[in-house]
């Protein structure tokens, strides 16, 4: 079904004399709450703190992971505690714009992984620690290293972490896991799946542990160090009621059928992302490619479809999502094509280089990462601002003059 992003208005919340609006950069689309910010992201942070407190379901960032390497478009080159001290102080100020339902999803690799986390750990509290996705971010071999570095990190924490749990969505099902549904006996209830009938026997009661007699008269016992799924009484009703196969002959393990109606309500995520499920920095460099043909596009970015995922197990469509270290923009291009709301904070060109140029291709249609998926149809629109701290418009006013004879004093304040 295609999806149309939605034009209620949700004007912006910004303290305006802060923030210069250029109409020439927006696209589309006015009020609708989307928005691109060029600055210094921990300043901004600060200035929108009050106004956007509670209101963001979920928060993604990129940041430099200090892994010591030269990039195209910055250096990821600082000492250990310069870096953490900064990215500390960036994740400090995003807890109180989390709704209580709210997650934080920080990419990050191995060379700052565990010091991030205990630095995280103490903004957040470890209760609302939700877990670390593995991310493989690539399938080559690198052979100038000791080890291939094949994936790299999501941390995920909560504001609240039993509000997450219950505000979080479920995976959808994947076409590969629709395929194991199947009617051999057509059953009128539809296709199904059988599953394991038996568990570990360490967390059962006595009342699992019997032996269960089919319908045809054979008799099964649990495998060992297993026990039943469910106790004898329960396990003969679900046999009444034709819940339970015995292989297509009566004479097969007990095994408990699930239909594909029961698993439509979707997933729990896992904790590995494979490449083949959400992309890699080769597809999403691919992309950027085909969006920039005649400019450098970033080293590392981030696909189309691991956004997704972050964004649909996190939110749902109208809520507002927030980058605070933008880059090429992906996060806001998968947000504006999901339905969702969304501000990005970039200190570099990039903001407009990039960012500002992808989302106007977006709203025009653009046809890659996950359009063709979820049949994106454009339109839409955001707005794009410049941060204008007091401090540097009063840098602004031309020396004062005297107005004729008067004495009296003129000062001419520049709007920047």
């Not at 209101?55 to 990039?71: A, F, L, M, S």
Request: hydrophobic content about 35%.
């Amino acid at each position: 079904m295609p999806i149309h992003h939605p034009l209620t208005t949700c004007s912006p919340r910004f303290p305006l004399h802060l923030f210069e609006q250029c109409n020439d950069l927006s696209y589309g689309d006015r009020g609708t709450g989307n928005a691109i910010i060029h600055g210094e992201n921990l300043t901004i942070l600060k200035a929108l703190s009050q106004t956007y407190r509670g209101q963001v379901r979920c928060i993604y960032i990129d940041p430099p992971y200090n892994n010591q390497e030269n990039y195209t478009h910055y250096r990821d080159k600082l000492d250990h505690d310069t870096w953490l001290e900064s990215i500390s102080a960036s994740i400090a100020l995003l807890v109180d714009f989390l709704a209580d339902e709210g997650s934080l999803w920080v990419s990050i690799d191995d060379t700052e992984l565990h010091y991030l986390k205990v630095a995280i750990d103490k903004i957040f509290g470890r209760q609302n620690f939700v877990s670390t996705i593995v991310w493989e971010h690539r399938t080559t071999r690198e052979n100038r290293k000791v080890f291939s570095n094949n994936h790299e990190y999501i941390l995920v924490y909560a504001k609240d972490a039993r509000a997450f749990k219950a505000a979080r969505n479920s995976l959808g099902l994947t076409l590969d896991i629709q395929r194991r549904y199947h009617n051999p006996d057509n059953d009128p209830r539809g296709p199904w799946q059988s599953v394991s009938a038996n568990v570990q026997a360490g967390h059962g009661t006595a009342s699992q542990f019997y032996e269960l007699v089919s319908p045809n008269g054979k008799r099964h016992k649990p495998p060992l160090g297993r026990c039943w799924v469910y106790a004898k009484a329960k396990m003969e009703d679900e046999i009444a009621h034709n819940n339970i196969w015995f292989g297509n002959d009566g004479n097969g393990a007990p095994r408990i059928r699930r239909f594909l109606p029961e698993a439509s309500t979707g997933l729990t995520p896992h904790t590995l992302w494979t490449a083949n499920e959400v992309g890699t920095t080769t597809t999403a460099k691919k992309h950027l490619l085909r969006l920039f043909p005649n400019d450098v596009v970033f080293d590392t970015p981030k696909p189309e479809a691991l956004l997704r995922r972050i964004i649909e197990i996190a939110s749902n469509p109208g809520d507002l999502i927030l980058d605070a270290f933008l880059g090429s923009g992906t996060t806001l291009a998968v947000a504006h094509k999901t339905d969702r709301h969304y501000i990005g904070i970039e200190r570099g060109p990039q903001a407009v280089t990039h960012a500002a140029s992808r989302l106007r291709q977006v709203v025009d249609r653009e046809s890659g990462g996950i359009s063709e998926e979820i049949h994106w149809e454009g339109g839409g629109g955001f707005d794009f601002y410049r941060f204008q701290p007091l401090a540097s418009r009063l840098q602004a006013i031309k020396p004062a003059r005297f107005n004729g004879g008067t004495g009296r004093k003129v000062a001419r304040l520049s709007t920047g």
